[in-house]
């Protein structure tokens, strides 16, 4: 008996099998199969790509439904054209012996007119790219009424691109009873809300060996205050001259801003996000094949494709929402053989996400200090040394060398040498000299240094987990809301039904003013100053509730932020006399200035 009979498939589809040439069921069609031939279950299936997640959905659904109906029984909702085009080709294939077979593709870009005849023609199996449904549904032009399957597949990267609302909208329109089959590579917050919101109980199967990463690389955590996170950043580059890396950020927006920034200060570094044209995408990528640019900073979304060998150095700028995207951020590097090092900049707060990601990627980060600026500059001299030492001679200069020499007649090698190394070491050692230490006292210590700093603002907002908040979720929204920058939010705190938060005293008029009268789906939503925790402290100011409101207006409709790139230059102002966020960096120099030009700029460039 053929393995897939051994499944419970009927005749005509093992059939089809054969014809196909697949010998043997692959593990998720051996999960999954009878699973969904035996009962009409939700089920939730994590399988990476090319793992046959389509045969092990499709022929469950082949068997399952009345061929002699016309009604529409079964929907299958894809992220793209190419997809759905894919999907419907395959099903048709495994159903070549079924008479009367409908299998229908629904996507954009198509006419529509055509699509709507064919599903009229009585099409058993839609497959659809979440948009066009929903555009044929609120046109009346597809029935969804009856369908008894609906299967989500690559759920992750419909969420990813942003389909949530489409496919609450396509589910509502489909019956309460009929069973939901949910198939996606990873498993982030947003498909287990897909699942709980719309899956009744659902059976789940995991395939292959999950996030086990890979043996060659090590992973090492810094601790650092969340407000100086890109001067960490910065440090761990120029403690590492020949890094080539990429660096992980969380939202396009702080992806372009870190690029941008990097690059004003001098470094070798571009930016990868969906906002970039194809076109910029590729420019980008082909300099960092060709490690012009060294450190490419990128979202998790567009780093998919990323498929370079010699990447020495993982960067987590930020941390990701799900812990098991570290697993693919840290995955890039340590290939070929070669090893590689992950490395994640956390604030207090996120330490505790560090023991979460060691469970499952079962092993131990390195916790490590923040270069100091002396390590930096002695890591930076080595360097030049070997370089020099290595360089081969460029002959051009011989008709120059008199003059040098007669210049240099009166000074000895020894001398020469110290010189020549301190026109390197000076320009880092003067930048490095005044700066803080950047490592945050570790946990042990008062957590609550941002309450008792008197140039912060703490703020209650009556919106807390219970309204789908949690602590990144609520940054991001006050951020966005706010118009301020990464990390101008911070120490944010929820709880059930409302959150604490910090900004600068800088932006405190700003956040209580911007709230005023703030509705949010219908409701109003209310941001107050709190009183400091710190002993003894309670003078005046910052305490109490605020009286009356100052009106509309604030903050938002401000000019396009995203212009230019001061985001990160305004960071360090009005604090401490920092003088690493304020004084240039030592990279200004011609030797670190980027070779390939600006390559971080979205679409329209100032040129
Ligand atoms: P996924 O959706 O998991 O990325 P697909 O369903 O697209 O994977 O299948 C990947 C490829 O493997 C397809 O070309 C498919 O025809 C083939 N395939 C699927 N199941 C089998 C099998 N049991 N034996 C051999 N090839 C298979
Ligand atoms: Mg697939």
Not at 22 to 41: A, G
Not at 181 to 198: N, Q, R
Not at 298 to 315: E, K, L
Not at 469 to 474: C, R
Request: hydrophobic content about 35%.
């Amino acid at each position: 008996m053929n393995a897939f009979h051994k499944l419970g498939l009927e005749d005509h589809l093992v059939q089809a099998v054969t014809d196909l040439g697949f010998e043997t069921p692959s593990e998720v069609q051996e999960k999954t199969i009878p699973l969904l031939l035996e009962e009409d279950i939700d089920l939730v299936a994590l399988a990476q790509t090319g793992t046959g997640k389509t045969a092990a959905f499709g022929f469950p659904m082949l068997q399952k439904i009345d061929i002699n109906s016309r009604t529409t029984q079964g929907l299958i909702l894809s992220p793209t054209r190419e997809l759905c085009l894919q999907i419907t080709n395959e099903m048709k294939l495994y159903g070549k012996h079924c008479k009367g077979l409908n299998v229908t593709a629904i996507y954009g870009g198509a006419s529509i007119t055509d699509q709507a005849k064919q599903v009229k023609r009585g099409a058993q199996i839609i497959v659809a790219t979440p948009g066009r449904m929903k555009d044929m549904i609120s046109r009346r032009l597809v029935d969804i009424s009856k369908i008894e399957y609906a299967v989500l597949d690559e759920a992750d990267e419909m969420l990813n691109m942003g389909f949530f609302e489409d496919i609450t909208e396509i589910l509502s329109h489909t019956p309460d009873d009929k069973s939901t089959w949910l198939f996606s590579a990873t498993m982030p917050k947003e498909v287990s809300l897909i699942a709980k919101k719309f899956m009744d109980n659902p059976t789940e199967v995991t395939v292959g060996h999950k996030n086990m990463g890979s043996k060659n690389v090590s992973h090492e955590y810094f601790l650092v205050g969340a407000r100086d996170r890109y001067q960490a950043l910065k440090r761990l580059a120029d403690a590492n001259p020949e890094i080539f890396s990429v660096i992980f950020c969380r939202t396009k927006r702080d992806t372009q801003k870190v690029a941008e920034q990097l690059i004003e200060d001098g470094y070798n570094a571009g930016a990868l996000h969906g906002d970039l044209s194809q076109n910029q995408r590729d420019v980008v990528m082909k300099s960092f094949r060709a490690k012009q640019i060294q450190m490419l900073v990128a979202t998790d979304v567009a780093a998919r494709g990323i498929d370079v060998d010699d990447i020495t150095h993982v960067i987590n700028y930020q941390l990701p929402d799900e812990i098991e995207i570290y697993t693919h951020r840290s995955g890039r590097t340590g290939r070929a053989g070669k090893t590689g090092i992950s490395m994640v900049i956390v604030s207090k707060s996120e330490v505790r996400k560090i023991k979460s990601i060691e469970r499952i990627i079962q092993k131990e980060f390195i916790k490590k200090e923040v270069p100091s600026g002396m390590e930096i500059c002695e890591v930076q001299l080595k360097a030049l040394a070997s370089k020099i030492h290595d360089t081969e001679i460029n002959h051009e200069i011989d008709p120059y060398l008199n003059d040098i020499n007669s210049l240099f007649e009166d000074v000895s090698k020894d001398e020469l040498i110290k010189k020549f190394f301190s026109v390197e070491f000076t320009r880092f050692f003067n930048y490095y000299k005044k700066t803080k230490d950047l490592n945050s006292p570790s946990e042990g210590s008062r957590s609550d240094d941002y309450a008792q700093d008197d140039n912060s603002a703490r703020f209650f907002i009556n919106i807390g987990s219970k309204d789908g908040y949690d602590w990144m979720k609520l940054k991001d929204f006050l951020r966005d809301t706010l118009q301020l920058n990464q990390d101008d939010v911070y120490k944010v705190d929820v709880k059930d039904s409302f959150a604490f938060f910090n900004t600068d005293n800088a932006h405190k008029a700003k956040v209580l003013e911007f709230f005023t009268d703030f509705k949010q789906d219908g409701r109003f939503i209310n941001v107050e100053i709190t009183e400091k925790k710190s002993r003894d402290r309670n003078r005046g100011g910052g305490g109490g509730r605020r009286s009356g409101g100052g009106g509309y207006g604030g903050g938002r409709g401000r000019s396009d932020r995203s212009k230019g790139s001061s985001g990160f230059r305004s960071e360090g102002k009005g604090r401490r006399s920092d003088s690493e966020s304020s004084s240039r960096s030592p990279r200004r120099s011609s030797d670190f200035k980027p070779k390939g030009g600006d390559f971080s700029r979205p679409r329209k460039s100032r040129r």
